[in-house]
């Protein structure tokens, strides 16, 4: 019962580890409300001035939709995800890196083109 314990964790472990993988120098944000890109700035200053440090090379929404929360972010420089963690505003939700995702299975499905 032991060994199957602890198999069960490794595997876990291992899966977890392979989920963490992101894509360096670039973050998603979701803010609270919509916003609006203007010539490769946020058209709000607030969000101006907290990602100023971190030398922005572009944004993009995620969604290609008028009012849009999710933002790609990409830098110049590595990303320090401690000075990150640490930005508080009213206006953003949430910071995350852009995690790579890739698929274990594939669905058995005739139309399905890989």
Do not use: H
Request: hydrophobic share 40%.
């Amino acid at each position: 019962m032991k060994n199957i314990i602890l198999i069960l964790i490794v595997f876990c472990g291992f899966s977890i580890l392979q989920s963490l993988d992101f894509v360096p120098n670039e973050m998603i944000i979701k803010t609270k409300l919509p916003q609006k890109i203007l010539r490769g700035k946020f058209q709000n200053n607030e969000l101006n001035a907290i990602f100023r440090a971190l030398n922005i090379k572009e944004i993009q929404p995620v969604l290609k939709k008028k009012k849009n929360k999710y933002f790609l972010i990409k830098t110049s420089k590595k990303i320090n995800w401690k000075i990150v963690k640490k930005i508080k505003s009213k206006t953003i939700e949430y910071i995350q890196p852009n995690y790579l995702n890739s698929f274990y299975a594939y669905p058995n499905d005739a139309f399905y083109v890989n």
